[in-house]
């Protein structure tokens, strides 16, 4: 059932629109421009602060999530790997909330994490995609994603629609909270609404990525920079990346660079800029200067107005649609995940079941 792709992965970042429009529908009214959230048995309203728990790439939608829930709804989010989160000592309590994020929704550490909260009484929200999994049946609030069944074991299409409805959610906890007002709700639903066509128009971003295929498959090393929302899309572009390909690859805060890995940039190391035009741009610039002036080729993924700015000098500029910064990490993740998929294809390696890995990692 891969229908005309080569692979499942391939196969699934090209659904993307499509599911990430229909996780949205379950969540925004796009006539009364209003979020709604499934019915819970508990105050979210009282809710104070949250920890978000989960592993991998479902871990990195949540890294993203944290900026929108901290900007919107003003609430404090720690955020920690499922398999860490038992060796520290929770400070749980009813005011908190466990929000735990997972495709499969049985992988173990996570489940774990969910049960050690609620044994402490403390309520837990679900963001899952398999709707009868252990952990949809267990949370206390379950918010669901529409990706339907993910095949490839590289996460892509339950990342989308993880940030969906992780984006739905900071909005909908925003209005509860009083944080933000009607107006900017309906602001923030339509901006949702725009998603799944500039992700489609994104696709469009194959033919230029697979050019670049080639040369980065002789890499022996990658890093990947950005900041802020961007910096979480960095560490999941390397993560995908080293599943598939298996070159070794890093994501940094761009700022971080200067503090030890910039040591490593020579001539040979391809670094990755994820640098959309907006007020943390020029400082990612600054970083990508810094980069070039050591030799190392850079390649720009950013919108006309920052290619515009400064495509000088760089290996390849990825240009993606310009949208509103509350969705860039939707439309971002789409070259993050082509780049991933070519350079793979261009090594030859198994892209759907890569090696050392399962689907669904079931024990601890
Ligand atoms: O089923 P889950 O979302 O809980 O799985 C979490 C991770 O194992 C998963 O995202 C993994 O990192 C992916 N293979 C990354 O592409």
Known sequence: ?????????????????????????AYLDPLAETVGLPPCDF????????????????????????YWLESLARIPVAI????????????????ALLLVISQSGETADTLAALRHARAAGQKVAAVVNVPSSTMAREADLLLPTHA???????????????LAVLAAFAVALARLRGTIDAEAEAAHVRMLTEAPAAMNAALALEAPIQALAQPLSRAQDILYIGRGPDFPMALEGALKLKEISYIHAEGY??????????????????????????PRFEKTISNMAEVMARGGQVVLISDAAGLAAQAAGTMAAIEVPQVPSFIQPLVMAVPVQLLAYHVALAKGTDVDQPRNLAKSVTVE
């Open 148 to 162: 339907g069944p993910e095949i490839g074991v590289a996460s892509t299409k339950a990342f989308t629609c993880q």
């Open 1 to 25: 059932e891969k229908g005309n792709h080569r692979h499942f992965m391939e196969k699934e970042i090209h659904e993307q629109p499509i599911v990430v429009a229909q996780t949205l529908g």
């Open 253 to 278: 805060a761009a700022g971080e660079l200067k503090h030890g890995p910039i040591a490593l940039v020579d001539e040979h190391m391809p670094v990755i800029v994820i640098a959309p035009s907006g």
């Open 80 to 95: 920690e790997n499922a398999s860490e989160f038992r060796y520290r000592e929770p400070v749980c309590g009813p005011d």
């Open 43 to 66: 105050d979210l309203a009282a809710i104070t602060r949250i920890q978000i728990v989960a592993c991998g790439t479902a871990l990195l939608a949540g890294h993203v999530a944290s």
